[in-house]
Structure formats: structure tokens, C-alpha cells
């Protein structure tokens, strides 16, 4: 008997225990359903079209402008590539150039080959970039370029080398490192080398001899004289007019309209080259 009145207590202590365990596990269900928030409604649904609808005029514009240059003539095409690899100095593939000017050069063979052999562009197989004559890149290297050149190198072929070649050949000669003059004949400058090592004195007399020397009016008169001393001219005048007769062209120049500050009883003098003895005068 005393066995099962113990088998009998535990069995109450078990279901018990089982009531406890029960509330305690629909007490968390109750409260976990309290925390959570309710699902947002969706909003009702509305056929009303967008209030800015979608304009396609600016995009119309662009095709129209891609389509205007891709059907321009070659030159053109090949002009505007040019023109940015100049500008920014960088290599493109045809991909970069179809973006950057739109200018298809894949889909036109003449553009592409037509860059191939411009001497102004230098093509590697896969990219274009631009081709200076003088491959220079800052101011010392312009400088160094300049001094191999002791006869003079012409600043039209210096103008392409890098963006601010023009900025520096005016420093170098404001710094008396070269000499900026003027061709006689084609009006050009001329960058000649000033050597500080090879120090200059020359005599006021000899200075106003030079600029009272009268010139010729005539470029072939020049010429001759420069022969007559031993010099070989660096322009060829009768060749240059017999080459103008043969295409056409007069050779004698047009007449220009009487100017009041210069008469035909001047003299022509080497006053026109200030700049060589600029540096001369306290000298």
C-alpha cells in the first residue's frame, strides 16, 4: 500500500509540473503575437498616368547629331578626331573615339586609314594618339631642343609640340636663354640657341653699322649678295616664283594700298631685329 500511495503522489507532481510548463508556453505565444507589428496595407491601386511623362526630344537631338557628323565628309570626321587627341594629349582606341567625338572609326575605312597615315597621328595597333614633329614635353626638353638647332629651328614646328610650348619659348627668351627673330621673308619666328657660355662684347659703333646697313628691296637681290659673301641663302625666291608661273600664279605681288608711315624713299635697315642687341646695349 505504501508503494502506491508514493505512485500516486508522483503522478500528481508530473501533472502538475505539465500544467506549469503548458502556461508558460501560451503566455510567450500570447505576447509574441501582441509585439508584432501588423503588415502595412498596400496602397490602392491607381490607373492615372505619371504627372511628367517621359520626353524622348533631347535624345532625338543627340541621334540627329551623331547621325550628322557620321555622314559628313571624311576630312571632317578625321578633323574632329585630330582635334581631340591634340586637345588632350592621350591615346584612344576606336571605342573611345566613337564616345568622346562620335566619329565611328570601326564602321568607316576611310576614316580609319586615313588616320592610319596622317603624319599628325601615330597609331600602334590599337590606339591613335597625336604625332608633334618634335617630341618634346616641358620646358627643359623644349630648351635642350632649341640648342641643337644652331642655325635656328621654326617655331611654327615647335607650335603642336605639348600645350604650353608657346608660353615657354617667350620665358626661355625673357630669360635670355634663346633669341626669338623674325624671318625676313616669310615674316615667321625663328628660335635660335643663346649660349651663356659664349660671352658677347660688341661695340657701339659696330651696333649702328649693322642697323644703317640698307637691304635690298628684292629677295633675289638678297640672295645674290649673300652668295657673293660666301653664304648660302636659306630661301630659293627664283625657284619659289618659277614654281608660282607654272601653276598659275603671278609672281609679282599684288599692290598693296600706299601706307603713310612708310614711303618708297625709305631705307630698309636691320632696325627690324631689335631683339639681337636687346641684350647688348650696356654691353
Not at 177 to 182: E, G, K, V
Not at 209 to 232: A, C, H, T, V, Y
Amino acid at each position: 500500500m505504501a508503494l502506491q500511495e508514493k505512485l500516486d503522489r508522483f503522478n500528481k507532481q508530473q501533472e502538475k509540473c505539465q500544467s506549469m510548463l503548458s502556461n508558460i508556453a501560451g503566455k510567450s505565444l500570447s505576447s509574441r503575437a501582441a509585439a508584432a507589428p501588423k503588415p502595412a496595407s498596400a496602397p490602392p491601386f491607381s490607373g492615372a498616368r505619371p504627372s511628367a511623362p517621359v520626353k524622348f526630344s533631347n535624345d532625338t537631338e543627340r541621334l540627329q547629331h551623331i547621325n550628322s557628323i557620321r555622314k559628313s565628309p571624311v576630312g571632317a570626321q578625321m578633323k574632329r578626331v585630330i582635334d581631340i587627341l591634340f586637345q588632350t594629349r592621350q591615346a584612344f582606341t576606336p571605342e573611345q573615339i566613337n564616345e568622346a567625338c562620335y566619329v565611328d572609326v570601326n564602321g568607316n575605312r576611310d576614316v580609319f586609314e586615313g588616320l592610319r597615315k596622317n603624319p599628325k597621328v601615330y597609331y600602334d595597333g590599337k590606339r591613335f594618339s597625336y604625332k608633334a614633329k618634335h617630341d618634346v614635353k616641358n620646358k627643359n626638353e623644349l630648351l635642350v631642343l632649341i640648342r641643337k638647332f644652331i642655325e635656328g629651328i621654326a617655331v611654327i614646328d615647335l607650335k603642336d609640340a605639348y600645350p604650353n610650348v608657346m608660353e615657354d619659348l617667350q620665358a626661355l627668351k625673357a630669360a635670355g636663354q634663346i633669341w626669338l627673330l623674325s624671318n625676313f621673308d616669310s615674316q615667321e619666328d625663328i628660335a635660335f640657341p643663346n649660349d651663356p657660355r659664349v660671352p658677347i662684347k660688341v661695340d657701339d659703333d659696330l651696333k649702328e653699322l649693322f642697323r644703317s646697313i640698307e637691304l635690298p628691296r628684292d629677295m633675289l637681290d638678297i640672295e645674290k649678295d649673300l652668295q657673293k659673301n660666301g653664304m648660302k641663302p636659306a630661301t630659293n625666291t627664283a625657284k619659289r616664283r618659277a614654281a608660282a608661273q607654272v601653276q598659275g600664279f603671278s609672281a609679282k605681288p599684288k599692290p598693296k594700298q600706299k601706307n603713310k608711315e612708310f614711303s618708297k624713299k625709305a631705307k630698309l635697315t636691320n632696325a627690324h631685329l631689335p631683339d639681337l642687341f636687346q641684350n647688348l646695349k650696356n654691353s
